[in-house]
């Protein structure tokens, strides 16, 4: 099973500043990964797939990056509505499995 | 639009059974691949089950294999998850999403609670 460890658990920025979320691989997964966004009370919501195909409708904001065993979300300049929970997820093999979660807040 | 809609959720005990659906619309639903995700009460999200387009293969997370059922009815753009032997840890919000091949759209999600 592919262990995915999301770094750091909790990041703390203030609108406008950049987030750089991390998310590690157990072994190479080459770019089936994915990311996603998740608001209280809501479904997630996909951002990018394969690494760093942005989503329809996702922000020229968030971008990925990353391929192999170690990948990274950026958000350039972070919205009042972009303080949330981002999960990475991979679909190199099965079982799929996500990463426990980065949890955005406001400083 | 594409648009997910699951049903089914509700109060279990220990042991029993639960049937959840996934109504689809906005997209052919036999060309796509379809999973189930489910997230505990403040837990992350955990990959449950996928079916291929045709359901000629099914995947299962070892947590539920042999108690759970993927199934689905193209010819009525249905999804199904059959639960069997449930369990307290089964406790969660089901969510049925579309692969694209990533999770490209998700349901609101139903939710199961398996308790005496």
């Known amino acids: 099973e592919v262990v995915l460890t999301q770094s750091p658990a909790t990041l703390s920025l203030s609108p406008g500043e950049r987030a750089t979320l991390s998310c590690r691989a157990s072994?190479?997964?080459?770019?089936?990964l994915a990311w996603y966004q998740q608001k209280p009370g809501q479904a997630p919501r996909l951002l990018i797939s394969?690494?760093?195909n942005r989503a329809t409708g996702i922000p020229a904001r968030f971008s990925g990056s990353g391929s192999g065993t170690d990948f990274t979300l950026t958000i350039s300049s972070l919205e009042p509505e972009d303080f949330a929970v981002y999960y990475c997820?991979?679909?190199?093999?099965?079982?799929?499995?996500f990463g426990q979660g980065t949890k955005v807040e406001i400083k | 639009e594409v648009h997910l809609l699951e049903s089914g959720g509700g109060l279990v005990q220990p042991g029993g059974s639960l049937r959840l659906s996934c109504a689809t619309s906005g997209f052919s639903f036999s060309s796509y691949a379809m999973s189930w995700v489910r997230q505990a009460p403040g837990r992350g999200l955990e990959w449950v089950s996928t079916?291929?387009?045709?359901?000629?293969?099914?995947y299962y997370a070892d947590s539920v294999k042999g108690r759970f059922t993927l199934s689905r009815d193209n010819s009525k753009n249905m999804l199904y998850l059959q639960m069997n032997s449930l369990r307290a840890e089964d406790t969660a919000v089901y969510y049925c999403?579309?692969?694209?091949?990533?999770?490209?759209?998700w349901g609101q999600g139903t939710l199961v609670t398996v308790s005496s």
């Open positions: 997820q991979q679909r190199y093999n099965w079982p799929r499995t």
């Open positions: 079916i291929s387009e045709s359901g000629g293969s099914t």
């Open positions: 072994q190479s997964i080459s770019r089936y």
């Open positions: 999403a579309k692969e694209a091949p990533a999770y490209q759209n």
């Open positions: 394969d690494a760093s």
